[in-house]
């Protein structure tokens, strides 16, 4: 995949980070979620096979978990 636009970076440690990013393979679009790493104290940041591609036909449903698991952690939440 080339060119990748980064849409969010989460810091899983020191080392190790989650990158959700738009890019394009082949002349398709994907949503690319992939854990990067580093060994230079984050000067650069490296793919690992770690990860999961989406299409766009996918997103719809992926949106709807991601809602269905907060509104799941807010009713956790307001019971505790």
Known sequence: MADAKILATIERSDTEQLQISVSEYKGRSY?????????????????TKKGVTFSPDQLDLL???IEE???EFMAAEAEG
């Open 63 to 65: 949106t709807e978990a």
């Open 69 to 71: 698991a907060k509104q």
């Open 31 to 47: 949503l690319n979620m992939r854990i990067f790493y580093t060994t230079d104290e984050g000067a650069t940041w490296l793919p």
